[in-house]
């Protein structure tokens, strides 16, 4: 039997290996070619010895392929896809450069003029458990940040419900692999080791994404998000916070209501295999390495604030994960082929 | 000349075995006393080695001292602080025996009938920048939390001031120690590395005292906190980040109103030696093993709100040191006598 | 097609649920039952959450299963483990019950006098490189400890091959999940993150496990072996450093000697899929998940010293995941079924 | 009463930073000027907020001072200290550059023909404990590098006395700031963080020292030494385990062996207040930033060998604490004087 082939531009990053990592676990696809910047020339093995057994070589141009993931950084990813989709490859691009609507916002947050325009009506927001049927039918899939998709897969079932005041406080932690392999003083081990700190205050890239992904869930609504992300002193893992205040009446102030409200997210993700609604606040540790969205909403009794916790794996459900997810969608095989794993614990 | 003695019950935590550690550097005092109760019988220096020096026995009773200082856990702390102050010792309790000036909190939050309801009306909350003159004259100083401390400095000047609706969220990420140093699953290390949780979401035993404490400063007010902390694999250090709206109208939503903001919070933390007002979001890490407490405060442009990052060590300005900060003032010494050792980076 | 049935006794340690992991996604055999102590009565997910889609009950006694794991401590394993061979289960002791050959051994080390000598000839130690016949039809497999793992398979060329003088250093460097997951002060956050140590200089548990094995392969020698094993601030991993001297004339001093030497090592394990000699020098988290170990022998010029430095992780090659390979071959499995996942990374 | 003025070459690396903060503390020397490359023109408390209370401006070169370290990378160190001393200025030279005695090492260690041999007799190796009295009256310090001191403290009492065979195995463990505050793959917090790996394995730099330190204490034997430096996820401490036979018939293998030799190494470190010989093998964490070194020697009964393992803080003991350690003498104060401090722990 012929595997179907995929490919991975810009390996050499941290979602890039990752894809790697988790493609050659996949039983019905291979990955034959994979591109890079400063190693092309190098086999894989000898950059991430722990892929030494995919004896591929980095090339500077992708190899024909039925599929390719784009990891490369916005503005160069738009460069490398627009002549992919052109050749008929399917695409799931990693960067921010399809995910949001509304062209104008491309200079503003991503200081650059898309080239595109058209692509970003064409391109499915890759949020696969929101966009299931129209990822199935995608040439191009634009996957989420990893902070949006902790942030709105904890808050969607709410907004959809008209449960809560368009007062969001998203307070997100995340581990430093989400800043990249690229060397900088932040992600430097002495610096960032036994250190915590908020940053982007002035406003993330991931607040627009997430601006117009709660915005669709709840039309009429223009959600007010505070969206504030922390580095944390560890290498995986989104921890998501999400504050608002619960409309008057729609939910007793008490166990009632908690029972009430984690009913309606469960309902909201049934027969989800990713997204699980637990019952305890939930651990980073226990999505490590794995696709899963671990979801806890639970109720300020003394406030009257909805409080939802959300935890991913920044690289898989936040990064490779959902693009292998979402890749599964548009190539017709099941969703969750070869993404099963458990977290890896401790 | 002679020094001024002063001892510490239950020398074996972490707060206790900080103050052990700050206090023999201090010039003017001396640690003459520790009891501890597994260990009693046992060279300070046995237990902690970097203590060595101290050349202290672990005793059952204090001896006589002229101040002591009490890392007892809760209920346990008013049964040895009480005999103390009859025998007219002065005390500085880190535990929360003291704290709450409302009697009735604490069968709710602490699950005990206090003892001496008379005498948290005497007690001064040893919060040392709101109390300063109070902790001066005091025979008994109740300790901030850790949380507490790095909440209510971050927000003061802006409820002081009226700046905002009384709809407060505190997001706190606290290193491990704050757990203290009784064994536990969620502070054994193979489970706390790599790893970040939410906790106590239904309540923590902080939230009154802060709801105490910020319901002083904006009399008539009473606020709305949320209150959710969480744990982040490192030792020492808090950072908190609170969200509020600003009362419309008070401070333009621009550069102009962060300078503003920011001209407020210098001016309510003047001549304050341990708190600094930061030009950006400051690092647990530049706190790292100091009383120091840097805070950041910002205007979210889009959403009107009120956004202020503040960092401690939690076992420093968090407990240890702000103890000693307040010992310092209650024996008409300089208040920085021993303190101001910077923090220790990277 | 009806599954092997397998079963873990002790499932709540980090041996035990690192196979519970590992076994959910075997494709061949199927986890039936597991068992624990304080935990009995509660679900797997409740104790673990990453593994609740096992949907398995913790028992106090094992389910009739076609082979069992134990992953309980020393000397209570064996009692265990000898009634589940009386019912003729197969069985893998992760435990040291069974490890040495040398009744005598056990009063000295694990302080128990041995309750069936006779099994201590009929079990097999189950280091799978060097049994891999005897294991393929054993009844009784004994899992090795994870220090001696790492060192016996850094070693056992050079042995063989009379390389070395009987005169070896092994220092090995492990994160502190192979302290368990007991409670114990070492293990605590605060004391273990940031911090390293040597231990049971002494003595430890281990070495007798691998001078057993080491003698073993140089029949007629007697290997004088110091083995010092250190704590590292990380929760998987084990880097073991051996240093011996070169047999002299056996290898010439230059990097002729070198590639002797790596040729040597290959060879040795030629074929193998887990075993890697490798080029450079091997990180630990090259092995992270998985059931990896990567060896990277070399020469010191100056003295004429071998040095060798492997890698694996201690819960997966040095515990579960060589394990369930030992399992693959007493049930005529594929070895590599159900292990072939690279390690994770970063 | 006039301070003393002190200055920093190159303030901007984690040995220049630590100096300015322990300097900052220092009641008899006042920091007075700082240099940095990249950075200058900005103030010290733009660069390391810790510091801001120093209020220094960076600048291109030194101002007129009485003593100045040098925290230059080899080479360039050089470079900057050969004027200064020729304007009288007494230097601490931290770098390499004066610490080998035989200029013909240079080339071959450090890729670079030394300028001034001359200058390799005068200066004093600062290994404070070893040369106290020649440092009192030197113009040129050569501070030692991190392993060396950490491995020469601990064998020296051992060598001097004739105790070990000169087949010496030195395996070392360090944390991560060793590497220094320059980007590197390495110390990517991803890569560095939960991994260890030994490096270095032809030779590091470190080597020449310690054996020609080493081969002072022993004159006429030249020590065969073996060394192997590790990284550590970690920020600081250095933990090193030296392995040696005991010269036949010196100390009898048991407890009173063992009894003999921790009194010869208290005998040897008599009076030192930095060196402490201890009876638990220590933690790199009981020295973290004080400049203390703990020792701890045994004897492995069962092959006759010496085990020794000791503990610094590299960048105290391994760099900025040494050298005001030697300052102290060069400046006719007490030695002590502003180092005081011990470790900070948890």
């Known amino acids: 039997m012929n595997k179907i082939k995929v490919g991975i531009i810009n390996v050499t990053g941290y979602a890039g290996v990752e894809l790697a990592r988790l493609l050659s676990q996949h039983p019905e696809v291979e990955l034959t070619s994979v591109t890079g910047r400063s190693t092309a020339g190098k086999k894989l093995g000898e950059i991430f010895p722990h892929l030494a057994s995919l004896d591929l070589m980095i090339q500077t141009e992708l190899s024909e392929v039925d599929l390719a993931f784009s990891a490369m950084p916005h503005q160069q990813s738009a460069e490398e896809v627009i002549p992919l989709l052109n050749r008929g490859i399917k695409v799931v691009d990693i960067s921010a450069d399809f995910r949001l609507k509304d062209e104008t916002e491309y200079p ?11 692509l970003l009506k064409e391109a499915v927001y890759g949020l696969t458990e929101l966009y299931r049927a129209q990822i199935a039918s995608a040439r191009l899939v634009a996957n989420p940040g990893c902070y949006p998709t902790g942030a709105i897969l904890a808050l969607a079932p709410a907004v959809k419900a008209g449960l809560i005041e368009p007062d969001i406080i998203i307070d997100s932690k995340s581990g430093v692999s989400g800043a990249g392999r690229t060397l900088k003083l932040q992600s430097h081990y002495s610096e960032a080791n036994e250190d915590t700190t908020a940053y982007a205050l002035a406003g993330h890239r991931h607040l627009p994404e997430i601006i117009q992904e709660l915005g669709m869930l709840s039309p009429g609504q223009s959600p007010e998000i505070t969206f504030v992300p922390h580095l944390l ?6 921890l998501t916070t999400c504050y608002a205040p619960l409309v008057s009446g729609k939910l007793p102030l008490n166990e009632e209501g908690e029972e009430e409200l984690k009913q309606l997210y469960q309902d909201f993700y049934m027969g989800e295999f990713f997204v699980k609604v637990v019952e305890l ?8 390495g794995s696709n899963f969205c671990l979801i806890h909403p639970t109720i300020d009794h003394r406030t009257g604030r909805l409080i939802v916790v959300s935890c991913i794996d920044n690289l898989v459900k936040g990064a490779a994960g959902q693009a292998i997810q979402n890749m599964n969608l548009m190539l017709d095989l099941p969703e969750t082929t070869g993404l099963k794993s458990p977290a890896i614990y401790p």
Do not use: L, V
């Open 233 to 238: 002193p560890m290498t995986r893992g989104i």
């Open 108 to 118: 503003h947050w991503y200081n650059f003029t898309h080239p595109t325009p058209e």
């Open 281 to 288: 606040p939930p651990h980073t540790k226990h999505t490590w």
